[in-house]
Every structure is written in C-alpha cells, then in structure tokens.
C-alpha cells in the first residue's frame, strides 16, 4: 500500500483569525512497503512537482522507474512505474515543451544481458509515447534540447557516453569518451553556445584512483576541451552548471581535501575550465554533495548528505547556500536525528524558496525497515517550518589539481528492440498534513465561525454546498474531513479533548484557515 505522510511544519497562529502565509512550505514522503527512492525532482509550469526515482514496491521486476507527478503542495496527481520485468532505475528527467515528460535510466531487462541505458518520453498523464534501449551501460542525466530532441549521458562500454536523439527518440549521434580505465557521466547541462557541458568521473586521467572529469562539447558531440580535476584520493562530480559569466559549478564528493572522510565540494571555473575557486563542506565524518544550481542572486545552492559528527551513525539530507564567491550563506539539515536521510536533487522554486528530493529512514513504515521518497519544500532561508536538526559543516578553501588529458571519442551504441510494461501502482493513504504552510489563504473571509471558543457545536456559516471541511489537531493530524452544506454547516466537536485546533475551509481554488479553541 503506498502511503504519503505529510508532516506538520508549523502552525503559524497570529492574533487574526486567519492564518497567513507568503511561501510554500512542507515535508512529505511517498512509499510502500518496500524501497522508494527518488533522484531527481523539477517544479513544473503549473508550480507542482515532478519526480524519477526507482520502487521496489509491486511493479514489473526486482525494481522499477518510478514517477511521481504533484501538485504545488506535493499532493499526488498521479504516479506511475515503468519496467522491463528486470531491474529498472530511474535517474533524471524534465518536463518537456509538448507538456510530458523525458526520463532516463537503467534497466537490467529485456532480451539482452547486462545493464543498459533507457529513455522514456510521456505525455502529460505520465502515458506512454515510447522508449529506446541502448546497450552496454546506465543513464544518469537527461534533458530535453532546444531542437524539440533529447541528449543524454552516462557510461556505456566502460566510458563516458553521450546520445543525441530527435523529438521520436531516434538517435542523431552517440560519442563514446574515454580512455583505458572507466570513464562515466553524470551530469549533462546546456551551455549558451548552443553546445553542452557533461561531468563525471574518470580513472582513465587524473592523480587519484577517481578523478572528477568535465568535458565541454558543441552541438554535434565534437569535444572541445576536457579537464580532470582531483587529487591523491577519490575525487567525484555529480552536477554541472554554466553560470551567467560563461563559467561553470561542479559539486560532488572529495576525499582528497576538507575536514573529514568525504567533503561537499564546489567548484567554480571559468569558460575553458580553469580553476577559478574551489571550497569544502564537511564535518569528521562522510559528507556528499549530489545537486547544484546557481540562484537568482548569483549564487548556489547544494543538495546533498552530511552525517558530520565521529559520534553520529546517521546523517541528513542537507541544503547548502552559498553566495557567487562560495561563501556560505546558510545551511540545513532535514530529517530525525536518528536517521539517515540523503537529498539526492534541489532545484530554486519560482517562489524564491527550493525544493529538495531523496530518500528518508527518518519517516519510513513497516517498522522503518525500507527507504521513502523525501520531498521538503522550503523558504527563501531554507526552512521547512519542522524536523530540521541543528548541524554545522566547517568550510575550507581548497586548490583542486587540475589536468587536460588527452582523451579518445568514438561512435555507436546499438538500440535494442523491447516492450516497456506501465503500472499505475497502488493507493495513496494521507497521515497528516500541512497546516498553514502550504496553501496561500483566500485575501478576504469565507466563512464565519461560531462560537469561538466553542464547546460543543461549531456553526460555519457562508459555506457552499460544493465546498469542503476539514478540521486539524495542534500536531497537524486530521481529525475530520466533510463535504459542506449550503449556507450553513454544523460539526459536533463536544467528544474532543480541550485545546487549540484549526480549520481550514476550501471552496474551488479559494481557501480560509481559521484558529478555534476548544473549551
């Protein structure tokens, strides 16, 4: 059974009867009774959410893509899954401009052995238009061209691998990167000229046993310079950026520099690649980051994990704000002390806040034992309103070695003929939900409650019969949901226990809260 816990940020109660409020916030997960983790998120043109991940809750296999579509408040639209009857791993996807969806991954399934790479386009309702199967290898990063077409990148026969297709999913060009070690990409991004920037890891190159590697392309997939970037240890990137002076942001992991095991890095260049900065996030233990984007402020914003104490077992999904220089700005961590928690996505909303996916075993059923989708919407600040534990990551200024190796490009990847299987995939089951965070209240008075404070019976005047009810308890749990009368609708409350609770009055895409106390 696929449960969404929706939990309680905070109840923001003013001297006013409504509760007001100016950025969305919240704490959702999303899983059954299995594993449920998700990669990648992107905000939508209607302010929701779309998420790819993978589940092991039912479906075709041992695991398949998982997608999730949601609202601006991260309610489910729909989800669904997509499999081979193998092992299906969902990485990277965005919407695109038709209004469906591109994602990738990889699927052990089909009639060939071994791993290879997939992408799937849908329309809007999550259906299927089509997929393509490429042999030998894992996609990680997709997006979505501006010829209508998709590119995408991964690692296929041991090397950096990039596909170019059209709008259909047919393949324009493939270049395979490499050298005589394993070469994969992580992470592919536009670039102003047209042309595209990948990152990713290398033992091919580089002074450690895994360096990070950046490889700038133009629009034909003809390289134009390569750098690795590293030291003695194992250095590894998982997300690029042009910024807006033609440079370009890489975050990931490193083991060569900071403070402890692993350290968050980011690390800024210029056009050709050169060093320009280069910083270190990290506590004693292992820190790593998986998401960065610039801000609307000429910043960044990191997404990843940090369990940052030699005490701690378990560590948290965190969001890291720097300013354009790499100086931090601010830090959160989301999740249960107890717990590990790891945000492997963070995109900056249209709203000014972020929003961030992983996996929680913070908020996890069945006794804990599997991994849930974690999505946490927050302000401008970072903040969710709840469960955020207090951790600080000390800062280092950091010179990364840097290289440019020569590298060696080929072409082809075989497509492989297949049917992808679809499933909707079980039912959702709400445990509580936010209050007064989430949802921007109507500007004028819909309703008129009475008596406050009531003791027994609460009358709701001014309600429509195509309206609805629903009545919270101060921790956020629903206590009562119902359609509403005409005019004038009646709730008995004279069985609940004294305290403050809240109601909130929804009519279309109008909605009202209101404070009552219970005597």
């Known amino acids: ?103 990738c991954g990889t699927t052990s399934g089909f009639s060939a052995p071994g791993n290879k790479m997939y992408l799937l386009k849908t329309d809007l309702n999550g259906n299927l238009q089509w997929s393509k ?46 050298g005589s070690g394993n070469d994969v990409g992580s992470c592919i991004s536009k670039t102003q000229d047209n042309g595209f920037v990948i990152v990713g890891n290398t033992n091919s190159f580089g002074l450690g046993n895994i360096d ?34 033609g440079g ?68 948290h999904m965190v969001l890291v704000k720097c300013d354009s220089t790499g100086s931090l700005d601010w830090q959160h961590a989301y999740g249960k002390s107890s717990y590990n928690d790891w945000g492997y996505a963070a995109q900056q909303t249209t709203d000014g806040g972020y929003i961030v996916t992983g996996t929680t075993y913070s908020f996890s059923g069945f006794g804990g034992q599997y991994d849930d989708i974690y999505l946490v919407k927050t302000n401008s600040s970072g903040s969710s ?3 955020e534990p207090v951790y600080s990551l000390t800062v280092t200024d950091t010179l990364f070695q840097t290289a440019s190796p020569a590298i060696s490009t080929s072409s082809g990847l075989t497509a492989l003929i297949h049917t992808t299987l679809v499933n909707s995939g079980g039912l959702d ?35 429509h019969e195509k309206g609805e009810v629903w009545l919270y308890s101060i921790d956020g749990k629903a ?6 009368s005409d005019n004038k609708t009646e709730i008995k409350i004279d069985a609940l226990p004294v305290g403050l609770y809240v109601l909130k009055y929804k009519m279309a895409d109008q909605i009202q809260f209101i404070k009552l106390t219970k005597m």
Request: with cysteine; hydrophobic share 35%; aromatic share 10%.
């Open 133 to 178: 199967v490429f042999l030998n290898g894992s996609a990680f990063s997709v997006l979505q061209t501006d010829d209508g077409g998709y590119i995408m990148t991964g690692t296929a026969n041991g090397e950096l691998a990039v596909i170019r297709t059209d709008f259909a999913g047919d393949t324009l060009w493939t270049k395979l990167i490499g």
């Open 212 to 245: 990070m590697i950046l490889v700038k392309i133009d629009s034909n997939g003809n390289t134009l310079f390569t750098k690795t970037y590293g030291g003695a240890n194992d250095d590894k990137a998982a997300s690029v950026q042009q910024t807006i002076d």
């Open 1 to 103: 059974m696929i449960r969404i816990r929706n939990f309680i940020l905070t109840l923001l109660f003013f001297t006013a009867t409504n509760i007001l409020c100016a950025q969305t916030t919240f704490q959702k997960t999303y899983g059954g009774n299995n594993t449920d983790i998700a990669k990648c998120v992107k905000q939508t043109t209607d302010g929701g959410y779309f998420l790819v991940g993978s589940t092991y809750t039912s479906g075709a296999g041992n695991g398949d893509i998982y997608v999730l579509r949601t609202d601006s408040n991260g309610d489910t639209l729909w989800k669904k899954k997509y499999g081979s009857g193998g092992t299906d791993l969902g990485t990277s996807g965005q919407q695109t401009i038709d209004g469906g969806y591109i994602f």
């Open 385 to 387: 309103g709840c469960f």
């Open 479 to 484: 206590i009562l949901h119902k359609q509403t």
């Open 248 to 315: 370009y942001v890489v975050s990931g992991l490193t083991n060569s520099y900071g403070t402890g095991q692993s350290d968050i890095f980011l690390l800024k260049t210029d056009s050709i690649g050169n060093v320009v900065w280069s910083k270190t996030f990290g506590g004693i233990n292992n820190d790593e980051a998986s998401s960065v984007q610039q801000t609307t402020d000429g910043g960044f914003a990191i997404a990843g994990f940090a369990n940052y104490t030699i005490s701690s077992t378990s560590g």
């Open 429 to 463: 089951s709400t445990h509580c939900i936010v209050v007064g965070i989430n949802e921007t209240p109507s500007k004028q008075d819909l309703i008129v409650v009475s008596p406050i404070p009531v003791s027994d019976v609460l009358f709701i005047n001014g309600t």
